[in-house]
């Protein structure tokens, strides 16, 4: 179970139970001693890094100016006796990108076995599905099973749960301003709209990831966890509010103040895990509209981190679903507001041609009762149909 957890409605203090209290809501928000401390351990791997330094090295020193828990961090955890750990770090998270992935694959499975804060040490887990052969599968697994009982050794040694206890302040402060700005009762119009359910959505807030802010914009990772017999979906944001840092760490913002950030990213990587899965089936037939994919729109989205058409299908699917949403729920500032910024901003040209697809879909719900139903009808619009 996530340790301090809090209700969309109620704040759970960090201090409290470790068992989120039950509730109708199956939306949540808090943070997950996991993830941070492996946000932790990449903070002081930045050093000993072998690829992507030049990028690992730009994310550390920009953000350490105004995420404080990262300079408290640095401050606490950066030294001597962490300096193996650090290396050994560096070299694991060098070790994923050998594979083609990043940090993003290792959410999952943290959030599969216990909590550092429970005392349990890291058990078994089931990986997601990526593109490896099978021998590849069987090596990752072993190092990634390696690395998590050198990380929990390090929670313990390091007593990395009572800094997390030492600044329970600010992590309540962050709980409860990404809290303030989520749409009410948005899970309910997102399974509306897809057609299928989850058993909990879970926000999770990381002061300790590091992701430059451009306009307030910052990095959410998508996590599904199945246990109990139902699906929890899980996101993991960065800050996308700079609190710059200040010699007596007093701070009464905590960076996740920015509604426009909070909603997109809590829509957004909720909805990633109604259109990942059943869109794998129709990779192939994705792949033939490629050409789509033209040079000058490869460049406008190198920097949103879509490197393929793909992907860049995945994308437009989840966007589309965050304005109909919005649209369900008749608020329609946020439905013109996503609209206007997804199609000029970000560049998803086809979200139109889309929308009056995905009309015909919400008026005809007898006939496709889930939205994975629409899917073969969506693609048509990159086929010219």
Known sequence: ???????????????????????????????????ETYFLAELLAVPYRK???????????????????????????????????????????????????????????????????????PEDFEMMDLQLTDEQKVALKLKISAYLQTLYQFYKEEAVGTFFEMHSTFYNGAIKELQA??????TDAMERYYGD??????????????????????????ATVTRDGGQTVYEVM?????????ATHTYDHYGFDFERTATFLTVHEFSHSFVNAPLEAYRERIEQSSHLFTDDLKEKMASKGVGNWYIYVVESFVRLGEIRIAAMQQDTERE???????????????????EASIKVFEANRDQYPQWKDYIPELLKVFEGE
């Open 181 to 186: 700005l989520i749409p009410p009762n948005f």
């Open 1 to 35: 179970m996530i340790k301090h957890l809090a209700l969309l409605l109620s704040l759970v203090m960090l201090t409290s139970c470790k068992t989120a209290h039950i509730t109708e809501s199956k939306f949540k928000v808090g943070f997950h001693q996991n993830t």
């Open 336 to 354: 013109n507001r996503l609209r206007t910024y997804h199609t000029e901003a970000e560049h998803f040209i086809y979200l139109p041609q889309l």
């Open 197 to 222: 359910t989850r058993k909990q959505y879970v926000a999770l807030v990381s002061p300790l990831e590091i992701w430059p802010i451009e306009e307030n914009e910052a990095r959410g990772i998508s």
């Open 238 to 246: 960065s800050p996308y509010v700079e609190v710059p840092v200040n």
């Open 51 to 121: 690829t992507n330094t030049q990028w690992e090295t730009y994310k550390l020193n920009t953000c350490k100016a105004y995420q404080p828990m990262v300079a408290m961090a640095l401050e606490q955890f950066q030294n001597k006796k962490t300096e193996a750990f650090a290396k050994h770090t560096a070299e694991f998270s060098d070790a994923l990108v050998g594979y083609g992935y990043g940090n993003d694959i290792m959410m999952p499975i943290l959030l599969q076995i216990p909590e550092f804060s429970t005392g349990k040490a």
